[in-house]
């Protein structure tokens, strides 16, 4: 099953993009959208800190300090989303805008057409 994962990591400006986030974790979680939060940061503390501002702390979430170093993406230091498949191959990569919601339901419109693309090939309807 492929898998919705949300990457936040301490390089990122929580402050420029706390909206933007907010925005799309609450349209998820409104859209019953399941994800993980995959974190980067040294201090535990200042992980579960940013999950309790952005009221995520019943979110599965993972913190691995020291992968930021692995992802080339973290270095655009922009809070983004993608889908990890059951053969870790990421699809469908999003960055999010800080300053427009638009595209952030546009990235959300196109994951649930696409999980009912699955569905129903799977012969689930």
Known sequence: TDVVVVRLHENICMSCYFSATKYLFDKMEKNEMS?????????????????KELELLETRAFNMPFISQDYPLDGVNI?????????R???ELFFLDKSDSTSSNEYISMIQRI???KYIRAGKI
């Open 89 to 91: 191959e990421i699809k």
């Open 115 to 117: 999980n009912e693309c």
């Open 35 to 51: 994800f993980i939060v995959l974190g980067s940061y040294l201090n535990k503390g200042r992980f579960k800190k940013q999950l």
């Open 79 to 87: 809070p983004y989303v993608f889908i990890l498949s059951p053969q």
